[in-house]
């Protein structure tokens, strides 16, 4: 779902007016993630499964902060696990493509 699209106005349009009715209530952070995942889904299901396991990590390590004292160790899991994914997805082609001129 590209930005400059119908389709994305009409899903802006409900995921807001949604977001207003739900506003102050226990579900607007529900829906506003259900909303990302929706948004996510679109452009490919595959990135469904990355989202939510980065949503599930990040999740565990606030859970694993608000336990403890020590905050900065599980702080810097999520953000090392975030910074992997981009890293990989974002650059792995770049890297493959590189190494098999090379190796050419």
Known sequence: MLFQTWTFAVFFSIVYLVHLGVKGTRFRHLWLLLSSY???AWWSPFYLILITYSTAVDYLMVVLMSRGRRKAP???ISVVNNLCLLGTFKYAA???ENLTALFE
């Open 94 to 96: 770049f890297v493959a």
């Open 38 to 40: 929706v948004f996510y």
């Open 74 to 76: 599980w702080l810097c």
